[in-house]
Protein backbone atom coordinates (compact mmCIF):
# COMPACT_ATOMS: atom_id res chain seq x y z
CA UNK A 1 0.00 0.00 0.00
CA UNK A 2 1.04 3.76 -0.82
CA UNK A 3 2.11 6.23 2.08
CA UNK A 4 -1.37 8.32 0.57
CA UNK A 5 -3.87 5.33 1.32
CA UNK A 6 -2.25 4.86 5.05
CA UNK A 7 -3.25 8.38 5.55
CA UNK A 8 -6.86 8.21 4.41
CA UNK A 9 -9.72 8.16 6.61
CA UNK A 10 -11.40 4.86 7.04
CA UNK A 11 -14.82 6.45 7.59
CA UNK A 12 -15.54 9.75 5.49
CA UNK A 13 -18.96 12.11 5.90
CA UNK A 14 -20.29 13.29 2.85
CA UNK A 15 -20.75 16.36 4.54
CA UNK A 16 -17.45 16.67 5.69
CA UNK A 17 -18.49 17.08 9.74
CA UNK A 18 -16.41 14.25 10.69
CA UNK A 19 -17.73 10.82 11.45
CA UNK A 20 -19.19 11.26 14.87
CA UNK A 21 -22.68 11.45 13.51
CA UNK A 22 -22.22 8.46 11.02
CA UNK A 23 -21.07 6.71 14.12
CA UNK A 24 -23.40 7.66 16.60
CA UNK A 25 -25.87 6.38 13.93
CA UNK A 26 -24.12 3.00 13.54
CA UNK A 27 -24.69 2.48 17.25
CA UNK A 28 -27.69 4.10 17.69
CA UNK A 29 -28.67 1.60 14.83
CA UNK A 30 -27.42 -1.93 16.44
CA UNK A 31 -28.89 -0.52 19.86
CA UNK A 32 -31.95 -0.04 18.47
CA UNK A 33 -31.96 -3.70 16.86
CA UNK A 34 -30.72 -5.71 20.25
CA UNK A 35 -33.49 -3.57 21.85
CA UNK A 36 -35.92 -5.29 19.23
CA UNK A 37 -34.48 -8.80 19.52
CA UNK A 38 -34.48 -8.43 23.11
CA UNK A 39 -38.26 -7.25 23.18
CA UNK A 40 -39.10 -10.50 20.97
CA UNK A 41 -37.09 -12.35 23.14
CA UNK A 42 -39.57 -11.43 26.33
CA UNK A 43 -43.01 -11.53 24.55
CA UNK A 44 -42.40 -14.67 23.62
CA UNK A 45 -41.87 -16.17 27.39
CA UNK A 46 -44.74 -13.54 28.49
CA UNK A 47 -46.70 -14.85 25.87
CA UNK A 48 -49.88 -16.94 27.64
CA UNK A 49 -51.77 -17.98 24.61
CA UNK A 50 -49.99 -21.27 24.63
CA UNK A 51 -50.03 -20.75 20.56
CA UNK A 52 -47.47 -23.60 19.15
CA UNK A 53 -45.61 -20.64 17.45
CA UNK A 54 -44.36 -19.08 20.43
CA UNK A 55 -43.99 -23.09 21.79
CA UNK A 56 -41.86 -23.68 18.83
CA UNK A 57 -39.82 -20.96 19.43
CA UNK A 58 -39.71 -20.62 22.91
CA UNK A 59 -37.91 -24.35 23.19
CA UNK A 60 -35.64 -23.94 20.34
CA UNK A 61 -34.26 -20.86 21.82
CA UNK A 62 -33.83 -22.91 24.80
CA UNK A 63 -32.40 -26.24 22.59
CA UNK A 64 -29.75 -23.55 20.84
CA UNK A 65 -28.80 -22.12 24.02
CA UNK A 66 -28.06 -25.02 25.65
CA UNK A 67 -26.58 -26.90 22.84
CA UNK A 68 -24.09 -23.63 22.10
CA UNK A 69 -22.94 -23.67 26.23
CA UNK A 70 -23.04 -27.69 26.23
CA UNK A 71 -20.25 -27.38 22.82
CA UNK A 72 -18.23 -24.70 24.66
CA UNK A 73 -18.41 -25.45 28.35
CA UNK A 74 -16.47 -28.14 29.89
CA UNK A 75 -16.97 -31.85 29.61
CA UNK A 76 -16.97 -34.62 31.77
CA UNK A 77 -13.63 -36.63 31.00
CA UNK A 78 -14.93 -39.28 33.15
CA UNK A 79 -17.38 -40.34 30.13
CA UNK A 80 -16.02 -43.41 27.75
CA UNK A 81 -15.89 -41.29 24.20
CA UNK A 82 -15.97 -37.59 23.27
CA UNK A 83 -19.37 -38.09 21.85
CA UNK A 84 -20.50 -39.24 25.11
CA UNK A 85 -19.33 -36.02 26.46
CA UNK A 86 -20.84 -33.82 24.20
CA UNK A 87 -24.20 -35.25 23.94
CA UNK A 88 -24.25 -35.42 27.95
CA UNK A 89 -22.55 -31.71 28.46
CA UNK A 90 -25.63 -30.59 25.69
CA UNK A 91 -28.49 -32.06 27.13
CA UNK A 92 -27.47 -31.15 30.66
CA UNK A 93 -26.79 -27.32 29.33
CA UNK A 94 -30.42 -27.66 27.69
CA UNK A 95 -31.97 -28.96 31.16
CA UNK A 96 -30.01 -25.51 32.83
CA UNK A 97 -31.09 -23.37 30.35
CA UNK A 98 -34.52 -24.73 30.44
CA UNK A 99 -34.64 -24.78 34.28
CA UNK A 100 -33.56 -21.20 34.56
CA UNK A 101 -36.00 -19.60 32.04
CA UNK A 102 -38.80 -21.21 33.48
CA UNK A 103 -39.59 -18.87 36.38
CA UNK A 104 -39.13 -15.63 34.11
CA UNK A 105 -42.55 -16.02 32.68
CA UNK A 106 -44.58 -15.04 35.86
CA UNK A 107 -41.76 -12.42 36.74
CA UNK A 108 -42.61 -10.63 33.74
CA UNK A 109 -46.10 -11.48 33.66
CA UNK A 110 -46.07 -9.50 37.21
CA UNK A 111 -44.23 -6.61 36.32
CA UNK A 112 -46.11 -5.98 33.19
CA UNK A 113 -49.15 -6.21 35.36
CA UNK A 114 -47.90 -4.14 38.14
CA UNK A 115 -49.83 -7.17 39.99
CA UNK A 116 -49.05 -10.52 41.41
CA UNK A 117 -52.80 -11.44 41.33
CA UNK A 118 -52.65 -15.56 39.85
CA UNK A 119 -49.13 -15.91 42.06
CA UNK A 120 -49.46 -18.97 44.48
CA UNK A 121 -47.79 -18.25 47.61
CA UNK A 122 -47.48 -22.02 48.58
CA UNK A 123 -46.12 -22.71 45.20
CA UNK A 124 -43.42 -19.75 45.84
CA UNK A 125 -42.62 -21.52 49.78
CA UNK A 126 -42.40 -24.74 48.00
CA UNK A 127 -39.69 -23.90 45.82
CA UNK A 128 -37.20 -22.70 48.10
CA UNK A 129 -38.03 -25.91 50.55
CA UNK A 130 -37.15 -27.93 47.11
CA UNK A 131 -34.39 -25.65 46.33
CA UNK A 132 -33.29 -25.92 50.07
CA UNK A 133 -33.85 -30.12 49.82
CA UNK A 134 -31.57 -30.64 46.37
CA UNK A 135 -29.19 -28.08 47.41
CA UNK A 136 -28.41 -30.24 50.52
CA UNK A 137 -28.85 -33.76 48.43
CA UNK A 138 -26.21 -32.39 46.01
CA UNK A 139 -23.80 -30.93 48.72
CA UNK A 140 -23.77 -34.06 51.17
CA UNK A 141 -23.30 -36.29 47.22
CA UNK A 142 -20.24 -34.13 46.26
CA UNK A 143 -18.13 -33.64 50.12
CA UNK A 144 -19.24 -36.61 51.99
CA UNK A 145 -16.73 -39.61 50.82
CA UNK A 146 -19.36 -42.21 52.82
CA UNK A 147 -22.16 -40.96 51.07
CA UNK A 148 -19.92 -41.49 47.71
CA UNK A 149 -18.38 -44.70 48.78
CA UNK A 150 -21.85 -46.12 49.59
CA UNK A 151 -23.24 -45.10 45.96
CA UNK A 152 -20.09 -46.98 44.35
CA UNK A 153 -20.22 -50.37 46.10
CA UNK A 154 -24.15 -50.09 44.97
CA UNK A 155 -23.54 -49.14 41.17
CA UNK A 156 -19.78 -50.35 40.76
CA UNK A 157 -16.49 -48.26 40.84
CA UNK A 158 -17.04 -46.28 37.63
CA UNK A 159 -20.19 -44.63 38.95
Not at 1 to 29: C, F, H, Y
Not at 39 to 63: H, R
Not at 64 to 92: E, N, Q, V
Not at 119 to 137: E, G, H, R
Request: proline residues 4%.
Amino acid sequence: PSNNMLREPLLVDDNNEGTSSSANANISSVSSRITHIFNEIVDIYSDQSGSCMNLTKGLSIVAFLGAFLGLIMPKDTDLPSPFYRYISSMIGYMYFVAWSVSFYPQIITNYQNKSIDGLSTDAMVLAVLNYICYTTYNAFFFWDETIRQDYKDRNGADA
